[in-house]
């Protein structure tokens, strides 16, 4: 924050574009509940480890006690088998704790598509600033890579390529099961969501690299990486933040997509498109089952889609919403 004196009695105060944007997101009340909606799951998944303890049971274990034989091992109860002791009722036929199934798939759910949103932005935006900066060939190949990619069906492909990349990795001395399926579920959606940030940071590279402050940077004898990585780079957080806060959604449907579909997590560990998969089911006779992991989603990536259009106009005050 800089003060420019006009004379004795006038003081002009300035503002930083990062305090511009901070003062119009304390201001903006679906910024605040958005992201106290993705604190709240963030939080619970982080300290899932708790409630085992507090509900003296844990996701995987059976309460046959609390189903009826008699209607095909349904809940016993109302609302799935909502009781003091089952917060958010029991599984048909298994009589697992739903909460506890619920509050551990958020965790493993926030965990790949968090990761996968990690690995994909830093493969982005390294493509896309060295395919803007030194343009000619480099550019063309990585366009046309760009391209390619975004051309293959995500989820057919997945579906497709998850059991060879297993393969390798089992003969890689890794053990099957969820040791090889969480990696290649990461690998899958950060390959398929990197040039979504390349394509962005290019635009932004080729428009930045023409500017007077680079040009006053080569003048001083600065190296092509010191343009790109001391100069370029720091003026791209603003496209970078807001596809980031875009990305994250996405990946969390396409987590929770695979596994509805079989390539993803792998039964007994905890997830919500595994829930949704075993809910199928039962949704006629016991709706609480589908709905819990159902409205869980569908809440966390609408918290998400308006904190990313929040910080979006936050960062861009002369768009509008």
């Known amino acids: 924050?800089?003060?420019?004196?006009?004379?004795?009695?006038?003081?002009?105060?300035?503002?930083?574009?990062?305090?511009?944007a901070w003062s119009h997101l304390k201001s903006d009340k679906t910024a605040w509940v958005s992201a106290g909606v993705v604190f709240?799951?963030?939080?619970?998944?982080?300290?899932?480890?708790?409630?085992?303890?507090?509900?003296?049971?844990d996701p995987d274990a059976f309460h046959p006690e609390t189903l009826d034989e008699n209607m095909g091992a349904m809940p016993i109860g109302s609302f799935g088998g909502i009781s003091s002791a089952h917060w958010f009722g029991v599984e048909p036929r298994t009589g697992r704790d739903i909460f506890l199934r619920f509050v551990?798939?958020?965790?493993?759910?926030?965990?790949?598509?968090?990761?996968?949103?990690?690995?994909?932005?830093?493969?982005?935006?390294?493509i896309g600033l060295i395919s803007g900066f030194f343009g000619g060939k480099i550019d063309q190949f990585f366009s046309r890579l760009m391209e390619i990619v975004l051309a293959f069906p995500s989820i057919l492909f997945a579906l497709a390529v998850t059991p060879v990349l297993e393969s390798v990795l089992t003969d890689a001395g890794i053990p099957q099961g969820n040791a090889t399926r969480i990696p290649v579920m990461i690998f899958v959606i950060a390959t398929f969501g990197w040039p979504y940030i390349a394509r962005i940071v290019r635009g932004q590279v080729i428009s930045l690299r023409e500017r007077e402050f680079i040009e006053a940077a080569k003048a001083l004898g600065a190296s092509k990486w010191h343009l790109v990585f001391r100069e370029i780079l720091p003026n791209l957080w603003a496209p970078i933040l807001v596809t980031v806060a875009l990305n994250i959604p996405t990946f969390i449907t396409t987590e929770a997509a695979l596994t509805f579909l079989g390539a993803g997590v792998i039964e007994p560990t905890s997830d919500w498109g595994a829930m949704l998969l075993a809910s199928v089911p039962f949704y006629g006779v016991d709706p609480m089952y589908t709905f819990i992991p159902g409205i869980a989603l569908f809440i966390l990536v609408l918290a998400f889609n308006l904190l990313g259009d929040s910080v979006r106009d936050a960062l861009d005050p002369k768009g509008s919403r």
């Open 40 to 57: 709240f799951f963030i939080f619970i998944g982080a300290i899932a480890p708790i409630f085992p303890h507090i509900l003296h049971t």
């Open 1 to 20: 924050m800089s003060v420019l004196d006009l004379d004795n009695s006038t003081r002009v105060l300035g503002r930083s574009p990062s305090a511009i």
């Open 104 to 126: 551990f798939g958020a965790r493993t759910s926030l965990s790949i598509a968090l990761t996968a949103t990690i690995v994909a932005t830093v493969i982005g935006v390294f």
